[in-house]
Every structure is written in structure tokens, then in C-alpha cells.
């Protein structure tokens, strides 16, 4: 049965980190380099009886990510730019993003301090690639191009909708959390996992066959007991639909219990 997302559901508030872009941004008469977040990554956390601290990225290197790691309960890898190729040992696609190197390394570096603390750590669109190629899988460049089967992946128009199914692995942490085997979600991205990291294994699947969740492998819980990652943005359907409260109500849950949660 699918978790409720309520603050009377953690015992205690945990705090949780939410990786950040950091790019050209405006506002009012400001045209800058700055670090940011859309809100609803926070209404996903706080909804949840969570409190939300950003990440941005900079210099980093295992002292400096293992102090940011001792002030939090748990991580949130978020969404973003494609994950530069190199790090898979891949070429670039024509359609791949300008690399932004400095957080992906930020990124991988926290993972790993996440990891070796043993924190509950939730990777969202952009965030399952990152756990994935840090993990030592590989993936796919481009979608449309290299899976000309696929359907349409990259809905840019209607990013707070449901546009198509997942098929949910039985028994899987996901399907547990949303009480189905199969959810309805949006979907804006063009790349996705191919080789799967091998202490990973897959949670869900759109119909076409693009990996749509990864999880720990049972019997990986030498790393940590919460590690999930999703393709889907389901921070943005937090406020209508209950399965995606689900997985922000179990994450923050893990968060306030040293990684337990109950389902």
C-alpha cells in the first residue's frame, strides 16, 4: 500500500540535501552565473515532514564533501544537464549537453560520502544516471536516436502530467512504496540508463523498454538500505497524485530513521 506524506509519518524532522544547477540565470535585472533549484524539489522534501537545504556545486574533494555529509540525514541528486559521456568512457552525441564538469563532480563526490555513511539517498531524472554511472554503468546518449522503437520520452510540454506507464519490477522498493505494479508518470529526458551498475538492479520499465528505476540490489546493504533512482520527475506531481507523495514520504522517512523506513 502506498506511504501517505505527512510530517506525523518521521519522528523527527530530518534534513535533506538537494543537489543544485549552476548556470546563466535571470531575475529582475540580474543576468548571472547563479547556483538554483525550482521549488517543487523543496515542496517534495517539506510535504514530507522533511527540512530542505540546497547543494550548489563547487570545489570539492572527499574532506569537503564528508563535512557537507555529517550536517545531513539524507540526499537528493536532482535533475539537470546530461552527465558528461567521459565519465562512462563514452564519445559525445551530437544532442549531448555542454558537460558541466564541476557538478558532476560535485555530485559523484557527495554520492560517495552519502554512500560511505550509509545515508538514504534519492536520485531524480538526471540524479538515476548519476547513481548509475558512478556506480559503474554506462548510458544511452540519446534516446530517439539509439532506440528508434521508443516512444517519446522527452514531453516537454506537459512536464506535470502523466503521458505514459511504468511497469514496476514485483517486490522492487518502488512498487512497494507506491503500492502497484505500475505507475503513471511525466517524462522529460532523452537519455536513460543503459548498462546497469552492478550493485543495482532495475525497478521499473516504460513499455517501450527504457529503464525507468533503479534500486539496490538485495544483499547491497553494505552501502546503505534506501538508495532508489528515478527517470520520472515526481516532484512535480507531489501535489496530485498520491504515488508520487509515496516516494518523497518513504525517502524522508529513511531520513528520520537512520535509514529505516516502513512499508
Excluded at 523527527?12 to 531575475?27: H, K
Excluded at 543503459?194 to 547491497?220: F, H, M, Q, Y
Amino acid at each position: 500500500m502506498a506511504l501517505s506524506a505527512s510530517e506525523s509519518d518521521v519522528p523527527t524532522r530530518p534534513v535533506v540535501g538537494l543537489t543544485t544547477y549552476l548556470q546563466q540565470a535571470q531575475s529582475g535585472v540580474w543576468d548571472v552565473h547563479a547556483s538554483f533549484l525550482p521549488g517543487i524539489y523543496l515542496d517534495g522534501v517539506t510535504l514530507a515532514g522533511g527540512i530542505a537545504t540546497l547543494l550548489p556545486p563547487q570545489p570539492v574533494d572527499a574532506d569537503i564533501a564528508a563535512r557537507v555529509t555529517d550536517g545531513l540525514d539524507g540526499l537528493i541528486i536532482t535533475g539537470g544537464r546530461d552527465v558528461d559521456p567521459a565519465a562512462y568512457g563514452h564519445d559525445a552525441h551530437p544532442s549531448t549537453d555542454e558537460p558541466a564538469r564541476d557538478r558532476d563532480a560535485w555530485e559523484f563526490a557527495l554520492l560517495a560520502a552519502a554512500l560511505r555513511r550509509g545515508m538514504p539517498v534519492l536520485g531524480i531524472c538526471r540524479g538515476v544516471q548519476v547513481l548509475n554511472v558512478a556506480l559503474g554503468g554506462t548510458l544511452l546518449a540519446d534516446i530517439a536516436s539509439q532506440r528508434p522503437g521508443a516512444i517519446n520520452h522527452r514531453r516537454l510540454d506537459q512536464r506535470s502530467e502523466i503521458v505514459h506507464e511504468v511497469l514496476l519490477t514485483p517486490e522492487s522498493l518502488l512498487s512497494k512504496i507506491t503500492g502497484g505494479h505500475s505507475l503513471g508518470v511525466n517524462s522529460t529526458h532523452h537519455q536513460a540508463v543503459a548498462r546497469v551498475a552492478g550493485p543495482l538492479r532495475v525497478a521499473a520499465t516504460s513499455r517501450d523498454g527504457i529503464i525507468e528505476g533503479l534500486e539496490l540490489k538485495p544483499g547491497a546493504a553494505r552501502m546503505l538500505p534506501f538508495l532508489l533512482g528515478v527517470q520520472f520527475h515526481p516532484e512535480r506531481l507531489v501535489k496530485r497524485h498520491r504515488e508520487h507523495r509515496a516516494i518523497f514520504a518513504a525517502f524522508v522517512q529513511a531520513c528520520a530513521r537512520n535509514g529505516k523506513f516502513d512499508l
